[in-house]
Nanobody, 125 residues
Framework: QVQLVESGGGLVQAGGSLRLSCATS????????MGWFRQAPGKDREFVAA????????YYADSVSGRFTISRDNAKNTVSLQMNSLKPGDTAVYYC??????????????????WGQGTQVTVSS
């Protein structure tokens, strides 16, 4: 079993930056891709970014491409999401997710096996 804990959320003005981190623990050996998703009030949880185990492949939602960067440090068992040029539309609870096997890098939430509790990001106009 893998545990995920997000941190780094908060309140920021439009145009500002935040860096989210996700610490993993437990049975992380052989873990595959990791992703970030977000859920705004009244909306479905949506894909934000994902990265392969090696870090060599990464994917982004069109809405964040060019503004957000996902990275991971397997030695420290962490994955991060650097968010720049934030907009009010980025306001949501952000969730870290892990896929526990395989080489694929899913962009669909149902393909992830473990989830964190989420961290709130609020962008004011």
């Amino acid at each position: 079993q893998v545990q995920l804990v997000e941190s780094g959320g908060g309140l920021v003005q439009a145009g500002g930056s935040l860096r989210l981190s996700c610490a993993t623990s437990g049975r992380t050996f052989g873990m595959g891709a990791m992703g970030w998703f977000r859920q705004a009030p009244g909306k479905d949880r949506e894909f934000v970014a994902a990265i392969s185990w090696s870090g060599g492949r990464s994917y982004y939602a069109d809405s964040v491409s060019g503004r957000f960067t996902i990275s991971r440090d397997n030695a420290k068992n962490t994955v991060s999401l650097q968010m720049n040029s934030l907009k009010p539309g980025d306001t949501a609870v952000y969730y870290c997710a892990a896929r526990l096997w395989g080489n694929s890098v899913p962009t669909v939430k149902d393909d992830y096996d473990s989830w964190g509790q989420g961290t709130q990001v609020t962008v004011s106009s």
